[in-house]
């Protein structure tokens, strides 16, 4: 079984961060909130992937909030600390569950799982496999299905026959509807504060890709929905 890293097996590739420059971007109250969240262990499933944080917090009215941090790598010579942060909360800027989400991985990096060559080990699995966990995926997050689907008529791999089929490129396979979510999700999940609009534009621009791909691949239909 392969050896499971956490944060504490790679802190030193990242700019490091201190109390005080956490402090320095947030408010008294939500620092003090933030560091009694994170006294508590409030902060759930910390994961870092490539450079970013992430992780949950589970709010009072039973909501559960998404922190996301992206980290700066340590030979950046930029007097920023960070590269982009959110929480899906009402509030803006950086807010108490961000000020624990960074307090936990300045003091407690060892908590974060590190999430990298996910492919790799993908490409390992059977075919059978891997539909089992897509079915796994989907029950466990529904709201991810629309994607799938979505995902689903990419042009991945087409034998040069069916490429050359006429007609082909005048075929509607996307549902506009599906677009429509896809967009509205990512304003939703963005949150609001720092790094909002990053964090909508880098999803619109997924979009902006696969839209690209049924150009390339001549599916002009499906690209125009998109």
């Given amino acids: 079984m392969a050896k499971i ?20 971007y947030s ?31 589970h709010g009072s009215s039973g909501s559960l909030y998404r922190v996301e941090v992206t980290l700066l790598p340590a030979d950046d010579k930029s007097a920023h600390k960070l590269v982009s942060a959110g929480c899906s909360c009402p509030q803006a800027g950086i807010c108490k569950h961000l000020v624990a989400l960074l307090l936990t991985w300045l003091h407690q990096p060892e908590r974060f799982v590190v999430r990298s060559r996910l492919m790799g080990r993908l490409s390992e699995k059977s075919r059978e496999e891997l ?22 008529e990419l042009p991945l791999a087409l034998p040069a026959q069916e490429k050359n089929r006429p007609g082909r490129g005048k075929e ?24 909002a609009a990053s964090r909508v534009a880098a999803e619109l621009d997924r979009l902006c890709d696969i839209g690209k791909s049924f150009a390339e691949a001549g599916e002009w239909a499906n690209a125009q929905v998109v």
């Fill in 5 to 24: 890293h956490t944060g504490a097996d790679v802190k030193r590739q990242f700019k490091p961060l201190s109390e005080a420059d956490i402090q320095a």
């Fill in 27 to 57: 408010d008294e109250a939500s620092f003090q909130k933030g560091y009694d969240y994170y006294l508590h262990h409030a902060i759930i499933e910390p994961t870092l992937s490539e450079s970013v944080l992430r992780a949950f917090y």
């Fill in 131 to 152: 539909l089992a966990l897509l079915e796994q995926l989907v029950q466990r997050q529904p709201d991810i299905e629309p994607m799938v689907e979505l995902l689903i």
């Fill in 172 to 195: 509607r396979t996307v549902d506009p509807s599906t677009i429509e979510s896809q967009v509205a999700s990512a304003f939703y999940h963005a949150g609001e504060g720092w790094g």
